[in-house]
């Protein structure tokens, strides 16, 4: 089955600086790849996603890049405030056709904080 | 339209009891996912279902069993709660869409405490 694993667990940046967090997918047939935020006591929201036939996505302050051959993608945060301190999640989903068809599976998260 | 809804939020139980949890959502969703959140873990999933009727094993499937008898409810059992599955559990759901892709809704989560 898919293995997601996600680095580093905390990442601790000042505002304005840029953070990255990075993940690595196990099933090749995986081919779309969310990134969920939580903050403390609330349930996780998407902020960014990828399919696999895209290289990287770009949302204002946030970006995401796929590397398919490697089995890597990463989160990139520019200019980070300190409402961005929260834990974030990638995950991967295996798609039709493949035994993990459907299935969401998420990496360990990362405790982003950032301090003003 | 309430979305993803979870039954309870909260719940304290002695070892050995069982006990259900209810996941609803109104959106007509295909997909549907049990996690359960514990700290330093992440999110680990329980059990899932592509569509009613059907369900499939998670990462950490042992000690729960699921039924989805009807397309909007997503009901997880606990047949001989151990205090190791003390956690917080997610109910989330998801269209299924024509490439496979679609946000993921969560409930708020429902706080169990095996004593």
């Known amino acids: 089955g898919e293995n997601v694993e996600q680095h580093p667990s905390t990442l601790s940046v000042q505002e304005g600086d840029s953070a990255v967090i990075k993940c690595t997918y196990s099933?090749?047939?995986?081919?779309?790849f969310p990134w969920y935020k939580q903050e403390l006591g609330k349930r996780p929201q998407l902020i960014i996603d990828?399919?696999?036939?895209?290289g990287e996505k770009k949302d204002q302050r946030i970006a995401v890049t796929l590397n398919k051959t490697a089995k890597h993608f990463s989160l990139h945060i520019t200019e980070t405030q300190p409402e961005d301190s929260a834990v974030y999640f990638c995950?991967?989903?295996?798609?039709?056709?493949?035994?993990?068809?459907?299935?969401?599976?998420f990496g360990q998260g990362t405790i982003l904080t950032v301090h003003p | 339209n309430a979305g993803v809804t979870q039954t309870p939020k909260f719940r304290v139980l002695k070892t050995g009891q069982s006990m259900t949890l209810l996941c609803a959502q109104d959106?007509?969703?295909?997909?549907m996912y049990w996690y359960r959140q514990d700290p330093g873990m992440g999110l680990r999933l329980i059990h899932y279902?592509?569509?009613?009727?059907?369900?499939a094993k998670g990462e950490v499937p042992d000690g729960y069993n699921v039924s989805r008898l009807k397309k909007q409810n997503f009901l997880l059992g606990l047949e001989s709660a151990a205090p190791s599955q003390t956690s917080v559990y997610f109910c989330?759901?998801?269209?299924?869409?024509?490439?496979?892709?679609?946000?993921?809704?969560f409930g708020e989560g429902s706080r169990l405490t095996v004593l």
């Open positions: 279902s592509v569509g009613e009727g059907t369900t």
């Open positions: 990828i399919r696999s036939n895209v």
């Open positions: 959106m007509n969703h295909e997909y």
């Open positions: 989330a759901s998801r269209a299924s869409g024509g490439v496979n892709t679609g946000e993921l809704f």
């Open positions: 099933d090749s047939a995986s081919n779309y």
């Open positions: 995950a991967a989903v295996g798609r039709a056709g493949g035994t993990s068809y459907g299935k969401l599976t």
